[in-house]
């Protein structure tokens, strides 16, 4: 059963901590997206991969927040030093490219920054 | 980018009864609408999506119409039950990202009552 899974599912942490967040797409996926989810701002893209390469990371608050794929099976989402602002559901999903096409979500991790 | 709005934002209705959602979007190139279900605590997931190449497609109670002219698409579940609760999100390709990642809609909370 393919699936995306995120790690940690939550986390609370006070507010200046590092948090990294963790993704492993589904296997033959080669396009990895970053969402987050708030009851204000809804879904919104942070950062969009294809082949392991940032394509479009223009919907991330740069100065704290960065995201990487070490290799095909890993992707990671840093935010450094953490704000309250930050508390949400962040998302990960996978897919195919070649246009258009189904994004495979995982499960979220829920942060809460105190 | 892609400006993608969906209402109403909360829908009732009783068991057996019809629901509609509706979205509208802004980039008259795009060709490929979703619509996600979110259930509580979870990732949201593909139910059907429509390319540009057809005006309505329909997968048992669910059903999906397109109106390229006036950018308006809308999910239509008939005979709904109450596994039906939960929230809906239509989406549209976003331009900045070669249209491969997704814009969302706000999302429409939908309560099936018994």
């Known amino acids: 059963d393919a699936r995306v899974t995120q790690t940690p599912r939550h986390k609370v942490t006070e507010m200046g901590q590092e948090v990294t967040m963790r993704c492993q797409p589904i296997?033959?996926?080669?396009?990895v997206f970053w969402y987050r989810q708030t009851m204000m701002q809804g879904l919104e893209l942070l950062a969009y991969?294809?082949?392991?390469?940032?394509?479009?990371d223009s919907g991330m608050p740069k100065d704290r927040f960065s995201a990487e794929m070490p290799d095909a099976t890993l992707a990671t989402l840093k935010i450094q030093p953490s704000e309250p602002r930050d508390s949400a559901v962040y998302f990960c999903?996978?897919?195919?490219?070649?246009?258009?096409?189904?994004?495979?979500f995982g499960e979220g991790s829920r942060l809460t920054v105190l | 980018g892609e400006n993608v709005e969906q209402h109403p934002s909360t829908l009732s209705v009783q068991e057996g009864d019809s629901a509609v959602i509706k979205c509208t979007y802004s980039?008259?190139?795009?060709?490929?609408f979703p619509w996600y279900k979110q259930e509580l605590g979870k990732g949201p997931q593909l139910i059907i999506d429509?390319?540009?190449?057809?005006g309505e497609k329909k997968d048992q109670r669910i059903a999906v119409t397109l109106n390229k002219t006036a950018k308006h698409f809308s999910l239509h579940i008939t005979e709904t039950q109450p596994e039906d609760s939960a929230v809906y999100f239509c989406?549209?390709?976003?331009?900045?990202?070669?249209?491969?990642?997704?814009?969302f809609g706000s999302g429409t909370r939908l309560q099936v009552q018994p």
């Open positions: 999903a996978s897919g195919h490219s070649g246009g258009a096409g189904e994004l495979f």
């Open positions: 296997l033959g996926h080669n396009t």
């Open positions: 991969f294809r082949n392991r390469a940032p394509l479009d």
């Open positions: 980039d008259s190139a795009s060709n490929y």
């Open positions: 429509i390319r540009s190449n057809v």
């Open positions: 989406a549209a390709p976003t331009r900045d990202t070669g249209r491969r990642a997704l814009t």
